[in-house]
């Protein structure tokens, strides 16, 4: 499969401050996705990125508070703006990779995100 | 839409147990079914996956999954855990045809040496 990476990994960051995490595919992906995952809980979708339009994004995520780029086929950025601690979280990207017919969807390492 | 629930938040076993991790999921159509393991320190990582065919599924590891559309069950499986299988397990689902993938909340296994 494709190998995805996210920068940063970590970050610290001050309440109404705003962080923008990329995530780069080392080959073309149609469907790009952000999830977050809160401490101790699962994994919720908050958009999905295709190159050429804008993102659609899940219930209770909207556009101005997580807006998110999707400038080629190979690379995507999610911003977090006007942080409060709510948004520490674990933010992960991933990717659909067509095998033999079949989609299935791979993840980057995650950046773990604190806000204080 | 679909949910997943998994039974069992943690759980503990010595090495050499035999391993049944529960997930049911609702959805009144075809779905795909797909474990993840997430070891400590690392990123999410695909451990097996069902689509159609045969509902017994293998992954790595010695891991399987066994789909039962009956009881709307793909309980993950391993005959005899190790330490280094001591992560957390997340059961996810998409209806076919769509790629949105719902999570359960995760089973954290721990593994005694």
Redesign the interface.
């Known amino acids: 499969s494709a190998v995805i990476s996210q920068k940063p990994s970590r970050d610290i960051c001050q309440r109404g401050t705003s962080l923008t995490i990329q995530c780069q595919v080392d080959s073309q992906v149609t469907m790009m996705f952000w999830y977050r995952q809160q401490p101790g809980q699962s994994l919720t979708l908050i958009a999905t990125a295709n190159q050429g339009s804008e993102a659609t994004y899940e219930s209770g995520f909207v556009i101005d508070k997580f807006p998110i780029s999707r400038p080629n086929l190979t690379f995507s950025t999610l911003t977090v703006s006007n942080m409060s601690p709510e948004d520490s979280s674990i933010y992960l990207c991933s990717f659909i990779q067509e095998i033999f017919g079949t989609d299935t969807q791979y993840f980057g390492p995650g950046t773990r995100l604190t806000v204080l | 839409a679909q949910s997943v629930s998994q039974h069992n938040h943690h759980v503990i076993l010595s090495e050499a147990a035999s391993l049944e991790l529960g997930c049911n999921y609702s959805y009144g159509g075809t779905v ?1 079914l ?1 474990w ?1 393991v997430q070891y400590p320190g ?5 451990l097996l ?1 069902y ?1 159609s065919g045969d509902p017994l599924v293998k992954g790595i590891k010695g891991f399987e999954a066994e789909f039962i559309k009956s009881k709307f069950s793909f309980n993950l499986r391993k005959p005899s855990v190790q330490w280094s299988d001591t992560a957390e397990y ?1 059961c996810a689902v998409n209806a076919r045809g769509y ?3 719902t ?4 089973t954290m296994l721990l593994v005694s040496p």
């Open positions: 795909n797909f993840y690392q990123h999410l990582q695909l996956k689509f997340f790629s949105t993938l999570f359960g909340k995760g």
